[in-house]
């Protein structure tokens, strides 16, 4: 019994850690993600469409040619050049429309990445879990396979019974196939990643989660608010264009006609009144801005109470979790079991059986960790 003992310092091995840059992984998301490419790609298209049309119309050039009739007459020859200017494109305001526009662009793209980096970090602290989760038991693996072996030699010497040995082949079981399972699904949530990082691989080997805080990303009430004042300038600058293009187009030009005895030049100026085409374009412009201000504030104070919410939920899983890893003393449990069972106060089937239930509070341990990392990762977005 006392060899046996001496062979069961098995349960706790530090593990050491080399923390990836998680930054650098979602940095290389950001650019490699297929999503965020073809984005990019139509906001350029999109830009360029917005920054289209915000010039003054092409000068128009006309040339008339007439043959007199009787014949005595002669021919007359007209040139005509003109160019008309419009308020809104003088004084600069579809430029500036357009530019609101483009920002707004900006912003939408920004919210995008940011919704595809948080399902990467989500991935990211589920690979880390199951990192964590493969390194437990398969040093639970191990140190019960050497154990297995301890207690062969002990059932042939008559030390032991078959009843400890069957025991501890069940454990065996049961952590192969845990092993097997966490393998598994490590390698869908790699593929996953894979995935969203445009089909180039990243292989996550951390067991320590990282500090999300410290994680620069954006925040979504940021991006609300970015966006909300974006929008409420492009609602402005239409309103703005709309009053513009009501006030009426001036056409100016140069005109000269030529006849074989006669000559006439000068200049010509024509006026177009926008008395249908305007119609009701500045009224929908400000039911429009009314709107987007009537719903900003409900958005607002719905994604403030989703974040103290997150906040309490995130403290209260934090504590919990910390608890259980307070609890469980892996060292002093594993003396104290040694003791017991050296002096013979449990039997070895007792022994393994506490030993199993130390094993399944460090895999409730792992869990509560894992669902506050998720919480924390959820809640980051928010800062």
């Not at 009739?69 to 160019?83: A, L, Y």
Request: charged content about 25%.
């Amino acid at each position: 019994m006392q060899k046996i003992v001496a062979l069961l310092g098995f349960l706790i091995v530090n593990i050491v850690v080399y923390a990836q840059d998680v930054a650098d992984v979602l940095n290389s998301i950001e650019n490699n993600n297929m999503t965020l490419k073809a984005l990019r790609d139509q906001h350029t298209a999109d830009k360029l469409d917005n920054l289209t049309g915000i010039n003054l119309a092409n000068p128009n050039l006309e040339y008339n040619y007439f043959v007199g009739s009787p014949n005595e007459i002669g021919k007359r020859h007209d040139i005509i050049v003109t160019q008309s200017f419009d308020y809104a494109t003088v004084f600069g305001y579809k430029k500036r429309l357009a530019r609101s526009k483009n920002e707004l662009l900006d912003i939408e793209y920004e919210q995008q990445k940011l919704t595809i980096l948080q399902q990467a970090k989500q991935l990211i602290t589920e690979i880390i879990y199951t990192n964590a989760a493969l390194a437990v038991y398969e040093q639970r693996l191990a140190s019960d396979t050497r154990l297995q072996d301890k207690l062969r030699k002990a059932v042939a010497e008559g030390e032991e019974t078959k009843h400890s040995l069957a025991k501890i082949g069940l454990e065996i079981a049961t952590a192969t196939a845990d092993i097997e399972i966490f393998k598994a699904e490590r390698s869908t949530l790699l593929a996953q990643l894979k995935t969203i990082n445009g089909g180039a691989a990243i292989d996550i080997t951390d067991i320590k989660y990282p500090d999300w805080n410290t994680i620069s990303t954006n925040s979504i009430l940021t991006l609300f608010n970015a966006q909300q004042h974006a929008e409420a300038k492009v609602n402005e600058q239409e309103i703005k264009n709309a009053r513009a293009e009501g006030v009426p187009e001036i056409t100016t030009g140069y005109i000269s006609e030529l006849t074989h005895d006669e000559k006439f030049r000068g200049i010509t100026i024509g006026v177009s009144i926008p008395l249908w085409s305007n119609h009701n374009n500045v009224r929908r412009a400000k039911a429009r801005s009314l709107a987007q201000s009537s719903s900003a504030y409900d958005i607002i104070s719905q994604l403030t109470s989703q974040r103290d919410a997150l906040t309490q939920r995130c403290n209260m899983l934090g504590n919990a979790s910390q608890k259980l890893r307070d609890s469980i003393v892996f060292d002093e449990t594993q003396k104290l079991l040694n003791k017991s069972l050296y002096e013979g106060e449990i039997s070895l089937i007792d022994y393994l059986s506490e030993l199993s239930t130390l094993y399944d509070a460090q895999a409730k341990a792992l869990e509560a960790e894992k669902t506050y990392q998720l919480s924390l990762v959820e809640l980051s977005i928010y800062k």
